[in-house]
């Protein structure tokens, strides 16, 4: 006899899709969009409930004949993937995700509906819980009172985990352990006895020492509860014993769970001899189910039995199967990096529709549409003077004191030090430019100077702490204009710049008071990705100028030949003494007479007049080849930690601890490798004192006195580029730093921000030090670094992403250290500048993943069979792909050549031109694939929403008014007439045979008559 009996699981199969078959036969029109099981789910589930659904640890143990002795030994385990015991290995096999077959689905179905299902059962220890599920058999007559010691014998036998060993094993077996004397002599004196008192205890109250250690604990939340799985063959019974029991409050159970976690759940399932493998199946079917989001909420919420029932058929509707022609069942699939959780599942398709479209097959849905671009309420247009920025104090007022205390992390020490070396490397680098373009009015002090206070007070103070201000090359190049139309005019260039910078500051405060920020709105992601990519260009292109024009300056000695390698030699010759030579008229007669010219240094000999003769004479040293090892090697090494977390050495902990450090341990490691070599390779050039460059001026800049008046007044022309270049780099910046894929919980503050980065244009031009504004690369990497994950993750699950650490401290402290820069000299000038570059190109490189527009070029080189499954290549063409990834492309070179030339001043512009391009693009691309490929305008937003609405009011007005008659068919109320119930309800949840419908009169069912309709034919 099988489980369930071959007609009956048929029987079940074909009344499950039984309402398909009905509506072809009746003529039925119209087929509604979600299945009955799938409505029944909406009633349990959206009943309002504040508490959320614990996770579910599930164990199935199968019970274990070894001679007359009966144990229960845990065969697997779930969290959310499957771990199965390697009987062969004795250890747990990888998570993997559960393959079930469909018929073990309708056999455990079917044993839900035929066993006993207890549901809120008060319940305190094992032995009640199986009292009254043996009680409860026998009063429903499925058992006779004879087998209640039998079963209860069974049920209550010892828990053997993986982490114990065997309570059977060879003498040989204890004669390797140190204890083996004791133990046979133990066994041979009272092995009888001991045999029998052990057959005849019960399961322990208590956890035992083991449980209450598990290490696998740290695995599981703490608010978890536990379902146990107990299946069975024994010799007493002839049909299965079934029983699906749901505690009212979750109970310790003693040694039933490997770990010490309360029982929720408990389903048994014993049965006649000879069915071991469909057992087994039926509770991997049951365990999988309970650790399913979707049905777990169900078995929580059930309040029959017929509950439970419409969880498995909505799992039914789910279900994708494998064809077994095509898969190898002994397959284990891999646990993918992102699953759907109940939630999306809820929200991406109808619930209980047929997930046709699942794996690529099936039809599309209609009006699937990507999620659309939100900027949130922070760019909202308030219409009162200063609006924005008061909701700005508002929002981010709450937040001020957790912006310091969450910074005291581990983490903040490797953001830290990262973007310190970040910012000093940028400071030099601009410093340098800086003063070679305005003749040492601003240099290297005042980069480090102005970096350190204009840092420190926007992460004091700025809506977004997380962005990092820096100088950008399109106010480079402003610098080196004015500086050369001041000096062609006769024009005092600080004093001039001074005034630009106060109108800047002014015109700053007017978009702020104005809620101008409104306007980022319309920047998509066509403009946010062009300007990102062309800043992660501009850093990867730097970090190669410089890296080649270390091979320039240190070349390469081609000319060294080792085979003659006796020849190199490099001689100092004296001077001729006829010839007048000025280097020797400060050394004594004597010392010229006895100077030894062939014992002088190379420097000392061009110094006294000498002249070097030999091969080796201009040998230079490879330095651009080591530059290069520790260039390239800094880069590849940082990748390659950052990616260690993934790796499979190691523990979580110390992996996700070297993933924190990975630029910290690169740059310590290249440092280290430069001073075991020794060679003279460029360092990091920090100043030691603490003045200006230039020594003819001061700290200070007055505003009067050296520019004729009309100079104070004309400069607010100048100011007004800047102020367009300030407002259109920190805001793109910021919208890009503020993505909804980081997470960020605190809100941002567009017009905060601008006023901060205004307040600091007056004060670093009063002070004659460089502007700053919103650095993308380097606000990407601090937003990288400071990413968080998930720290308690299911077996086989990866971590999930949580969210970004928002705080102001590692800003704070990478912008102090900036500042004390200079007296930390002696420990810097260490740093190779090929370590450095380095870390540039990473840092330029890291900012363009998850950027669509890269993955869209990649895509030019991969054949169709190999390109990745992205989203919008489901939905749009690849035709039309391509077209709108080379609009984007000839975009950004345009914008790279501009900036390679004089033009580069008027570059902000050029980004209000990419704003009129995606404006255009609206009449060459349909919505749909712009949805897809981009955002939609917020006018076309707008305009859609109010289509939909307008859509909604019609079929409202269309439905008639049948609210008063209206029945729910899963209340507890009965139905009031035959037309109350739908037919399709009864073919599906309470499986009322066809022919119970089509010949209600000699129909067996008490439903054929209710569900009997007259059928509808078409006209």
Known sequence: MTVCAKEEIWGKICNYYSHWIINFLLFIPEIPPVSPAAERLRYILGEDDDMPTPTLFTEMDTLQHEGDELEWKESARWVKFEEKVEEGGERWSKPHVSTLSLHSLFELRTCLQTGTVLLDLDGYSLPQIVEEIIERQIEEGMISPDLREKISFVLLRKHRHQTKKPIHRSFADMGKSSSSASELFFLLCCLPGHAQSRSMNDIADTPSTDQLKNKFMKKIPRDAEASNVLVGEVDFLTKPFVAFVRLAQATTLGGLTEVPVPTRFLFVLLGPQGKAKSYNEIGRAIATLMVDDLFSDVAYKARDREDLIAGIDEFLDEVIVLPPGEWDP??????????????????????????????????????????????????????????????????????????????????????????????????????????????????????????????????????????????????????????????????DYMELRLWIGIHSCLQCFILVATDASYIIKYMTRFTEEGFSSLISFIFISDAIKKMVGAFKYYPINTDFKPDYVTAYKCECLAPDPSEFTPWLRGLPTKRQCSLDWSQLSKKECLKYGGSLVGKSCKYVPDLALMSFILFFGTYSMTVSLKKFKFSRYFPTKLRKLISDFSIFMSIMTFVGLDMLMGLKTPKLIVPTEFKPTRPDRGWLVMPFGKNPWWIYLASFVPALLVTILIFMDQQISAVIVNRKENKLKKGCGYHLDLFWVGVLMAACSFMGLPWYVAATVISIAHIDSLKMESESSAPGEQPQFLGVREQRLTGILVFVLTGVSIFLAPVLQFIPMPVLYGVFLYMGVASLSGIQFWDRIKLYMMPSKHQPDFSFLRHVPL?????????????????????????????????????????????????????????????????????????????????????????????????????????????????????????????????????????????
């Open 879 to 1019: 035709r039309r792909v391509h077209l709108f990834t080379l609009v984007q492309i000839t975009c950004l070179a345009v914008l790279w050549i501009l900036k390679s030339t004089f033009l580069a001043i008027i570059f902000p512009v050029m980004i209000l031109g990419l704003m009129g391009v995606r404006k255009m693009l609206d009449m060459v691309f349909s919505q749909h694939d712009l949805a897809w490929l981009d955002d939609l305008l917020p006018e076309k937003e707008k305009k859609k929403k109010e289509d939909d609405k307008k859509k909604g009011k019609d079929k409202k007005k269309a439905k008639p008014d049948d609210s008063e008659d209206e029945y729910h068919p899963y209340s507890n109320c009965s139905p009031s007439s035959e037309s109350d119930v739908d037919r399709r309800y009864c073919v599906l949840k309470l499986h009322i045979p066809y022919k119970d419908l089509i010949y209600p009169s000699v129909a067996q069912s008490q439903w054929a008559a209710h569900c009997q309709a007259t059928p509808r034919h078409r006209p």
């Open 330 to 491: 002994k397959i284990r699939i891999e646990p993918p990096k992102k699953v759907p959780s109940a939630e999306k599942r809820l929200d991406m398709y109808p619930l209980g529709l047929m997930n046709g479209t699942a794996g690529g097959g099936g039809g599309l849905v209609e009006d699937e549409m990507p999620v659309p671009h939100e900027l949130g309420e922070e760019l909202a247009f308030t219409g009162r003077f200063c609006g924005g920025l008061f909701l700005d104090i508002k929002r981010k007022l709450p937040w001020l004191p957790s912006d310091f205390y969450e910074g005291f992390h581990i983490q903040s020490i490797s953001a830290v030090l990262f973007i310190y070396l970040g910012c000093i490397t940028n400071a030099i680098t601009f410093g340098g430019l800086l003063g070679d373009a305005t003749d040492n009015y601003q240099g290297v002090m005042e980069s480090f100077l102005g970096t350190a206070l204009a840092g420190t007070v926007f992460c004091l103070f700025s809506g977004q702490p997380l962005i990092i201000l820096s100088s950008t090359g399109p106010i480079l190049i402003f610098e080196k204009l004015l500086f050369e139309f001041s000096k062609n005019n006769g024009i």
